[in-house]
C-alpha cells in the first residue's frame, strides 16, 4: 500500500547544481502534481500533469522542468538550483484531472531542499 | 484569481477545548472546498464540501459550507494533544485542474 512515493525526502545542492525529485505512485492516477510549501506561503503549485506524456504550468513554473512519461512517474527537475528554491517540495495525485470533483489529492511525504 | 484565506494563523488552547478555525474563499465556478490536515508531514484528507449548510462529520471534526457568503468553518470538539497539526483549506473550480490552498492555521493542544 505505498501511494505516493517520494524520493530523496533531505537534499543539499550548491547554487547552480541540478537535480531530480523522483515521484512514483501505485494508484493508477491520471492526474500528479508538484507543489511547494514554504512558512506563510501555503502550498503553491509548481507543475502538474492530467495524463501521461501531458503537463503544464502551475503557479510558480520558473526553474523547474517536467516530464510524464508514464502514468506511474512524475520527476520534478531543477535545472540550475537557486537559493530561492530551498522549500520543501511535495508530490500529490488523484484518480481525476478535476480538482475538487469526488477524488481528493493524496500526497507523497515531502522532500526538504536546501541549496546553498 | 483563486484567493482562499484562512484564520487564525495560529491557535493555542488547552485539551478539551472546543476551537472553529475559519476559511474563506474566492473562486471562478466554486466546486468544491476542501480541509486537509498536517502534522509532520504528507497532508491528509479531511473533507470534501461542495452544498452548502450539510455539515459533514467524522468523530469529533465537523465542517460546513456557506456558498452564499463563500466561507467554511472546520469545528473540533474536546481538542486532544494529536489534533496539533497545521489545517489546511483548498478550493476547486469546475474546469479547473489546479486546486488553490491556503496558507494554514496552525493549531496547538496544550495538555
Known amino acids: 500500500n505505498a501511494g505516493v512515493t517520494q524520493t530523496p525526502k533531505f537534499q543539499v545542492l550548491k547554487t547552480g547544481q541540478s537535480m531530480t525529485l523522483q515521484c512514483a505512485q501505485d494508484?493508477?492516477?491520471?492526474?500528479m502534481s508538484w507543489y511547494r510549501q514554504d512558512p506563510g506561503m501555503g502550498l503553491r503549485l509548481i507543475h502538474y500533469?492530467?495524463?501521461?506524456?501531458?503537463?503544464d504550468q502551475g503557479e510558480v513554473p520558473n526553474g523547474y522542468n517536467v516530464s510524464r512519461s508514464t502514468t506511474e512517474d512524475f520527476p520534478l527537475r531543477l535545472l540550475s538550483a537557486a537559493p530561492s528554491q530551498t522549500s520543501v517540495y511535495f508530490c500529490?495525485?488523484?484518480?481525476?484531472?478535476?480538482?475538487?470533483?469526488?477524488?481528493?489529492?493524496?500526497f507523497g511525504n515531502g522532500t526538504r531542499l536546501t541549496v546553498t | 484569481e483563486d484567493k482562499v484565506v484562512q484564520s487564525p494563523l495560529s491557535l493555542v488552547v488547552h485539551e478539551g477545548d472546543t476551537v472553529t478555525l475559519n476559511c474563506s474563499y474566492e473562486?471562478?465556478?466554486?466546486?468544491?472546498l476542501l480541509w486537509y490536515k498536517q502534522e509532520k508531514k504528507a497532508p491528509t484528507f479531511l473533507f470534501m464540501l461542495?452544498?452548502?449548510?450539510i455539515e459533514k462529520k467524522s468523530g469529533r471534526l465537523s465542517s460546513i459550507l456557506d456558498k452564499k457568503e463563500l466561507f467554511s468553518i472546520l469545528n473540533i470538539t474536546a481538542t486532544q494533544t494529536g489534533d496539533s497539526a497545521v489545517y489546511l483549506c483548498?478550493?476547486?473550480?469546475?474546469?479547473?485542474?489546479?486546486?488553490?490552498f491556503g496558507t494554514g492555521t496552525r493549531l496547538t493542544i496544550i495538555p
Open positions: 500529490a495525485s488523484s484518480y481525476t484531472p478535476q480538482q475538487g470533483s469526488g477524488s481528493p489529492l493524496h
Open positions: 494508484m493508477n492516477h491520471e492526474y
Open positions: 500533469s492530467v495524463g501521461a506524456g501531458i503537463t
Open positions: 473562486v471562478t465556478n466554486f466546486r468544491s
Open positions: 461542495t452544498s452548502s449548510g
Open positions: 483548498a478550493v476547486g473550480g469546475f474546469g479547473n485542474e489546479k486546486l488553490t
